[in-house]
């Protein structure tokens, strides 16, 4: 079956280094990826999408990585502030009408 | 202010009570959805409405009924829960049903937390 995890499930960085979350899909089909970040008692809230015809997007500090070949996506996060520290998810679509979740990196961020 | 907002915050009920989750948005979208956020698990789909309309069931137990009136507010009604239901339980909307993709994003509310005693 299908299903969409992250490689770590927590991730310690310093106040202002980068930080890299990365996640595997392994259904080759999926066309569409979306990260969401959810702090603390919060919903999901909407950070960066990326198309399958894509291999790199762009956001305000962040980047979004999709390679297709080896079916990893990553989130990068420039000059991390302790306000990113969070649950960071990636969910796929391409096999149906529903978003399909990764388990979630917990971001922690020192100063 | 995410555009969803969901009512109430926090629930405690038995496993006898009725009760329900109110969910409305005001994004002038057309497909409203419920997940349920379990601790250490992923985010799982339980109802999808389009047009007012559900399109999916992902074999929910029928103690939770949803109810869709209209295309902005989306009700998830509670009956003799179990404690093993007690978690998140997200509300959210999309442009339009079908598959996600770009233009038609899926945005969640804050979130129902629900505990069964």
């Not at chain 1, 909407?46 to 990585?65: A, P, W, Y």
Request: aromatic residues 10%; charged residues 15%.
């Amino acid at each position: 079956g299908e299903s969409v995890g992250l490689h770590l499930p927590t991730l310690s960085v310093q106040e202002g280094d980068n930080s890299i979350i990365n996640c595997a899909y392994s259904n080759s089909a999926s066309d569409y990826f979306i990260w969401y970040k959810q702090e603390s008692g919060k919903g999901p809230q909407f950070i960066i999408d990326i198309r399958s015809n894509m291999d790199k997007r762009q956001g305000q500090r962040v980047t979004v990585l999709l390679n297709k070949t080896v079916k990893h996506l990553s989130l990068q996060i420039a000059a991390t502030q302790p306000g990113d520290s969070a649950v960071y998810f990636c969910a796929e679509s391409g096999a149906g009408t529903a978003l399909i979740f990764g388990k979630g990196t917990t971001l922690s961020v020192s100063s | 202010e995410t555009g969803v907002t969901q009512t109430p915050r926090h629930l405690v009920m038995g496993m006898t009570n009725k009760k329900s989750l109110k969910c409305e948005q005001h994004l002038g979208h057309n497909a409203m959805y419920w997940y349920k956020q379990s601790a250490k698990k992923p985010l799982e789909l339980m109802f999808v409405y389009n047009f007012k309309e559900q399109t999916e069931n992902n074999s929910v137990p029928s103690r939770f009924s949803p109810e869709c009136p209209n295309s902005s507010h989306l009700f998830l009604h509670l009956h003799t829960l179990q404690p093993e239901d007690s978690a998140l339980y997200l509300c959210a909307s999309s442009q339009r049903g079908g598959m996600p993709n770009s233009g038609n994003t899926i945005y969640f509310g804050e979130g129902s937390w629900l505990t069964v005693v």
